[in-house]
């Protein structure tokens, strides 16, 4: 609850700029670098000033969290179940059949944009949600 209370007033804080350097030092200890007009045409290698706004989204040993809590199954090597104790069906399968890659296919299903994204978070971000710990619950910095 503590984790929830303090990211919701960290995020409160984020809106406002004279705050979010303050805020994120006392997060996670480091002051976000101060973005000149050297990165306005490139990407920088420590992922810094990518986003002008939030200049530390993306940089190196920044903190992050999964957007659901982890669920080992009957172990890390094994994949997570349902409560029921069923087994998950894979997200890679789930998006290819909602989305197939063809893409006249999906401007005939007028598929939106939103589903896309969703299908696109199933693929991308669950398949590949192994290497946090249920033990481990760091500060959600970046999205």
């Avoid at 990211?7 to 480091?30: M, N, P, R, W």
């Avoid at 420590?46 to 706004?53: A, D, F, L, R």
């Avoid at 033990?135 to 999205?143: E, F, L, M, Q």
Wanted: glycine share 6%; with cysteine; proline share 6%.
């Amino acid at each position: 609850m503590r984790q929830a209370t303090d990211l919701l007033l960290f995020g409160i804080l984020l809106f406002h700029k004279s705050f979010y350097k303050e805020a994120a030092a006392q997060v996670c200890g480091t002051v976000p670098a101060v973005c000149g007009p050297d990165t306005d045409e490139y990407r920088t290698f420590s992922g810094e000033c990518n986003n002008k706004i939030y200049t530390w989204y993306g940089s190196i040993f920044s903190a992050y969290d999964n957007l659901t809590s982890n669920n080992d199954g009957f172990g890390p090597q094994n994949m997570p179940r349902a409560i029921s104790g069923n087994r998950l069906p894979n997200a890679r399968r789930v998006r290819s059949r909602c989305l197939p890659d063809d893409t006249m296919l999906q401007l005939e299903l007028g598929i939106s944009r939103y589903s896309t994204g969703y299908l696109q978070f199933m693929a991308h971000d669950m398949s590949s949600a192994f290497f946090a710990s249920k033990y481990i619950s760091p500060i959600i910095i970046n999205p």
